[in-house]
Nanobody, 120 residues
Framework: VQLVESGGGLVQAGGSLRLSCAASGLTFSLYCMGWFRQAPGKEREFVAAIDWSGRSTYYADSVKGRFTISRDNAKTTVYLQMSNLKLEDTAVYYC??????????????WGQGTQVTVSS
């Protein structure tokens, strides 16, 4: 199984980025997908999740209203649209896949991460 994140980069505060996570080696439509992030010196934290069908989503309070998670099962890809970015959104962003426990998904697979840096 491979989860490959892309789309990270440097953006000014108030700007937008869209992260992608391409999955392979698994039956994508059977998996819930999540995004997590880890800032320097901090523990990894949950950002957003989407269920198998894409009809249900769940967000951390810190990103609600600014981030949108979506998926394209035909492309086996999950996305994280990030808007109105803040300095505190700076982190390495990881995608993850899990089959059980919605919305408290038990994640079985993790990507390598993509860096998002928000500047003032």
């Amino acid at each position: 199984v491979q989860l490959v994140e892309s789309g990270g980069g440097l953006v000014q505060a108030g700007g937008s980025l869209r992260l992608s996570c391409a999955a392979s080696g698994l039956t994508f439509s059977l998996y819930c997908m999540g995004w997590f992030r880890q800032a320097p010196g901090k523990e990894r934290e949950f950002v957003a999740a989407i269920d198998w069908s894409g009809r249900s989503t769940y967000y951390a309070d810190s990103v609600k209203g600014r981030f949108t998670i979506s998926r394209d099962n035909a492309k086996t890809t999950v996305y994280l649209q990030m808007s109105n970015l803040k300095l505190e959104d700076t982190a390495v962003y990881y995608c993850a896949a899990g089959r059980t426990g919605w919305p408290s998904v038990v994640y079985d697979y993790w990507g390598q991460g993509t860096q998002v840096t928000v500047s003032s």
